[in-house]
């Protein structure tokens, strides 16, 4: 599967998605710049520890719905 996103953003579901037994192929969209860099640089690293206390606990996601079968068969 192919994931498209801003380079901080890759980084961590890149590491959720092959925590998870998901192979994916990252590319990284334009990087944020500006006034809301250094925002979002504090937000993804409060969101990096969180999705690894979320990896140590098997803490599942608070929203979404039902599963959705992608095609792909999980490993044996």
Known sequence: MILVSQPFHL???LYLAARHGLTFQGFAAR???GVYGLRI???EAGAR????F??????T?????????????PPS
């Open 11 to 13: 980084e961590r579901a």
């Open 54 to 59: 979320d990896i140590a606990v098997g803490r």
């Open 41 to 43: 640089k504090l937000r």
């Open 31 to 33: 990087d944020v710049t």
């Open 61 to 73: 996601p608070k929203r979404g719905g039902a599963p959705v079968r992608l095609g792909i068969d």
């Open 49 to 52: 520890l969180m999705a690894l």
